[in-house]
């Protein structure tokens, strides 16, 4: 279900100078998920190594490697006065070698090509919930990394059944990611969580217009516990307010951040678009919702490493800029 991570599964990309000190340096590790309540570090980060789900939805793979890239940034964050890796627990990754070699190794021209693949999403989501579910009954705040969308499912469910009731959502993203439940994909996660009771009220900030099929438009209108906000209608004058409307609608109770990095201008992802908000406005985004108390988990999904862009370090500052802000939530 989980690899825990060890100083020396991290060691070789920690870059250690003279004079300086690295998160991964004082980062905390543990031997076993029973000792996680008696760890005092408060925020526990683990990745999801996969893109199974993105090619059950027709999306470009690569998600798999946001992880790795990610922690080559965040490890080599300066612990100062403003980052400290003592409140910082790396748990390590949910094992996805095995369903990603089964994924490869389905034949493209299958008939059944698409429900393989959905079947190994919904084994992951098995894995994902449980670890979700472990670090909030002992009292931890979840940080997820990677992976397709498709494991909002797992979180969602995770949470759900931590607090023994339905959890509300801000989705920041492009899409909604409410598509049909023929089969389990990164396109479905909150249709699923809906349907089998786990998500309660959500809202989408950033959403696409030309990326939202009409039958999704006609869900809304019929649910009173929906709400977009849509990317076309932002402008300097409304950021903030529309902001604070989406999280007023789910900050009433238990909440979990989903941030999807295709909602970013240019973002390396699985639906990369050269329009959306800025790595700027997200980063002010982060730091207002951590403020919020009943937030309950931070999800970064959809990003992929690139030779191009510096993937890992945004997810880095994403990552630096919500625990500063949370911690004295």
Not at 11 to 33: H, M
Not at 140 to 153: A, L, Q, R, S, T
Not at 216 to 232: A, G, H, P, V, Y
Request: contains cysteine.
């Amino acid at each position: 279900m989980l690899k825990l991570f060890s100083e020396r599964d991290i060691a070789k990309l920690v870059s250690k100078r003279p004079g300086e000190t690295k998160l991964g340096e004082r980062i905390n590790f543990l031997q076993d998920l029973e000792s996680l309540e008696k760890i005092s570090a408060k925020f526990v980060i683990f990745g999801i190594p996969e893109d199974i789900g993105v090619r059950a939805n027709f999306g470009k793979p690569g998600a798999a490697t946001a992880w790795e890239d990610f922690l080559r940034s965040f490890l080599n964050v300066q612990e100062n006065d403003h980052n400290s890796g003592e409140d910082i627990l790396l748990l390590g990754e949910v094992k996805t070698s095995e369903a990603m070699e089964k994924a490869g190794n389905i034949d493209a021209a299958d008939p059944n090509y698409f429900q393989k693949l959905g079947d190994l999403v919904a084994q992951l989501d098995s894995a994902v919930s449980e670890v979700v579910k472990k670090v909030i009954l002992a009292g931890k705040f979840p940080v997820i990394i990677g992976g397709g969308h498709n494991n909002v499912y797992g979180n969602l469910k995770g949470a759900a059944s931590a607090f023994g009731r339905p959890v509300n959502v801000l989705n920041i993203d492009a899409h909604t990611d409410l598509r049909t439940t023929d089969y389990r994909h990164s396109g479905n996660g909150f249709s699923y969580a809906l349907k089998n009771g786990f998500l309660k009220r959500y809202s989408v900030f950033g959403l696409h217009k030309n990326y939202t099929p009409q039958y999704i438009f006609d869900k809304n209108q019929e649910l009173e516990d929906m709400n977009f906000s849509f990317l076309e209608d932002l402008t300097s004058d409304n950021y903030k307010s529309t902001l604070a409307e989406n999280l007023d609608f789910v900050k009433s109770e238990k909440f979990g951040l989903e941030l999807d990095c295709d909602v970013m201008e240019n973002f390396p992802s699985s639906a990369v678009s050269p329009a959306g908000l800025s790595i700027n406005q997200v980063r002010k985004l982060l730091q207002v919702v951590a403020k919020e108390k009943n937030c309950c988990y931070l999800h970064i999904c959809e990003a992929m490493a690139s030779s191009h862009f510096a993937s890992g370090k945004a997810l880095s500052y994403f990552v630096t800029d919500f625990i500063r802000e949370r911690r004295y939530a």
